[in-house]
T-cell receptor, first 110, second 115 residues
Framework: GQNIDQPTEMTATEGAIVQINCTYQTSGFNGLFWYQQHAGEAPTFLSY????GLEEKGRFSSFLSRSKGYSYLLLKELQMKDSASYLCAVRGDNDYKLSFGAGTTVTVRA | EAQVTQNPRYLITVTGKKLTVTCSQN?????MSWYRQDPGLGLRQIYYSMNVEVTDKGDVPEGYKVSRKEKRNFPLILESPSPNQTSLYFC??????????????FGPGTRLTVT
């Protein structure tokens, strides 16, 4: 089976940086996704990692270490609109299946 | 506008009454998938389809059926709903399945309550 762990909640101040960790134990590995989900809305794609290292996209960066089964999403210069749930998802040995973690709710305070 | 649509958005029904949740995408995507989202459990994949007439089970397929007769539509069928199927359901589509950075586009969700 697939096991994907994320912290349940995090709180940070506007303008600060927050790092959301995701650890996974899966049958095989063929890519890791991060999605953002605002309350009451559908998830939207943020980033994709398949090779080790850092992928940067504006204020958001995602890191992957396949040997450690570990990824993190880094949110810089936090804004109030970044308050949302962040979902880590792994594609294992079945290329067509995606397994999600339970999500991390980030609250940004003024 | 490129989008995934689901109907209905909200549904309250009774145990055992067959229902269908429709999903349609206008992006000519090959891959479509259904998820349910429950508090503390996250998104769990119910069924997915790699293309027309090709479907397979996800992690929680019990009590659900799907079909993919046309590329744009991927309905989710609950033949005999039970209270443990009360959940928020999302349909998603992607240009392709398989390896690669194929992000999934999610529909707005269907909140189902079974009493």
């Amino acid at each position: 089976g697939q096991n994907i762990d994320q912290p349940t909640e995090m709180t940070a101040t506007e303008g600060a940086i927050v790092q959301i960790n995701c650890t996974y134990q899966t049958s095989g590995f063929n890519g890791l996704f991060w999605y953002q989900q605002h309350a009451g809305e559908a998830p939207t794609f943020l980033s994709y990692n398949v090779l080790d290292g850092l992928e940067e996209k504006g204020r958001f960066s995602s890191f992957l270490s396949r040997s450690k089964g570990y990824s993190y999403l880094l949110l810089k210069e936090l804004q109030m609109k970044d308050s949302a749930s962040y979902l880590c998802a792994v594609r294992g040995d079945n290329d067509y299946k995606l397994s999600f973690g339970a999500g991390t709710t980030v609250t940004v305070r003024a | 506008e490129a989008q995934v649509t689901q109907n209905p958005r909200y549904l309250i029904t009774v145990t055992g009454k067959k229902l269908t949740v429709t999903c349609s995408q206008n992006m000519n995507h090959e891959y479509m998938s259904w998820y349910r989202q429950d508090p503390g459990l996250g998104l769990r994949q119910i069924y997915y389809s790699m293309n027309v007439e090709v479907t397979d089970k996800g992690d929680v397929p019990e009590g659900y059926k799907v079909s993919r007769k046309e590329k744009r539509n991927f309905p989710l069928i609950l033949e005999s709903p039970s209270p443990n199927q009360t959940s928020l359901y999302f349909c998603a589509s992607s240009p392709r399945g398989g390896q690669g950075a194929y992000e999934q586009y999610f529909g707005p969700g269907t909140r189902l309550t079974v009493t």
